[in-house]
């Protein structure tokens, strides 16, 4: 079965702090993303990568930094988390090699910065 | 630039009852794939389908189908004969290209089947 896993599904925060979320997919696949979710703002793209090393920048990437050091594995960091980054936080991954239709997504983690 | 507009921000029926879901989408490629997402309560995306911007035929699949038509820039979801377990927020989606790189949400329709 298929399977992107995120670190955390709730994580709590306080303002300042240097913020880690992990992604990992196992499968294979080349295309990673990052999303926040907001309630009337359906999900925004923040980041996403095609191959190790690289990224690009999506919609809403101020704030943001990302890491992609395994193909497996892209990680998003938050410098200094600030109150308007709480929120729900998608990763999801995708290939165009292996013909694969969707993006598939993880459970999510719910971020709260105090 | 891309955008997806789902108007109904939330929708309830009645057990049994159909409902479609609307969304329109505005993009200037000429090859792009739309798509629906299906998220319950446990949070995690569900891909549902994906329709390529060269194949207006409806598709259905058991108690679902889906409506194209690129004269509107519209991709409505019907559900015939709701269920409790349809009650989730649906998500269409639009990308360029292959289909499968990045996605431009709509804001998500939240639909709550009554029993």
């Known amino acids: 079965d298929v399977k992107v896993t995120q670190s955390s599904r709730y994580l709590v925060k306080r303002t300042g702090e240097k913020v880690f979320l992990e992604c990992v997919q196992d499968?294979?696949?080349?295309?990673m993303f990052w999303y926040r979710q907001d309630p009337g703002l359906g999900l925004r793209l923040i980041y996403f990568?095609?191959?190790?090393?690289?990224?690009e920048k999506g919609d809403i990437p101020e704030g943001y930094s990302v890491s992609r050091e395994k193909k497996e594995r892209f990680s998003l960091i938050l410098e200094s988390a600030s109150t308007n980054q709480t929120s729900m936080y998608l990763c999801?991954?995708?290939?165009?090699?292996?013909?694969?239709?969707?993006?598939?997504f993880g459970p999510g983690t719910r971020l709260t910065v105090l | 630039a891309q955008k997806v507009t789902q108007a109904q921000t939330e929708i309830s029926v009645v057990e049994k009852e159909d409902v479609t879901l609307d969304c329109v989408y505005e993009?200037?490629?000429?090859?792009?794939?739309l798509f629906w997402y299906k998220q319950p309560p446990s949070g995690e995306l569900v891909f549902l389908i994906r329709?390529?911007?060269?194949?207006?035929q409806n598709e259905i699949s058991g108690r679902y189908s889906w409506n194209f038509q690129k004269s509107t820039s519209s991709f409505n979801f019907t559900i015939t004969a709701s269920q409790v377990v349809d009650s989730a927020v649906y998500f269409c989606?639009?990308?360029?290209?292959?289909?499968?790189?990045?996605?431009?949400f709509g804001t998500g329709t939240r639909l709550t089947i009554i029993p």
């Open positions: 999801a991954s995708s290939s165009l090699l292996a013909g694969v239709e969707e993006q598939f």
């Open positions: 499968m294979d696949h080349e295309n």
């Open positions: 990568s095609y191959d190790v090393k690289m990224k």
């Open positions: 993009t200037r490629d000429t090859t792009y794939y």
């Open positions: 329709r390529n911007s060269f194949d207006e």
């Open positions: 989606a639009l990308s360029p290209n292959f289909g499968n790189e990045k996605l431009t």
